[in-house]
């Protein structure tokens, strides 16, 4: 699976807001983001990244990376 690392920060309700339709047809193509709150504020503690698809807002999962 191809997942392009792009690093951007981004909001769960603007993903959740995209096409559903889009999203049966769509063939992914999944990106590597970091999760915000909707204020634009990363959490504390860590990075929370998402891998989701750029063009539907498919949400393949995510995983969190700690500040050390
Ligand atoms: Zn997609």
């Known amino acids: 699976m191809n997942i392009e690392r792009r690093y951007k920060c981004i909001s769960k ?34 990075d929370t990244h998402i891998v989701h698809c750029k063009k539907c807002g498919f949400i393949k999962g995510y995983y969190t990376k700690q500040y050390k």
């Open 13 to 46: 309700s603007k993903l959740t807001k995209k096409n559903f339709i889009t999203r049966i047809l769509c063939k992914h193509e999944l990106v590597d983001d970091i999760l915000t709150s909707d204020e634009g504020f990363s959490w504390l503690g860590g």
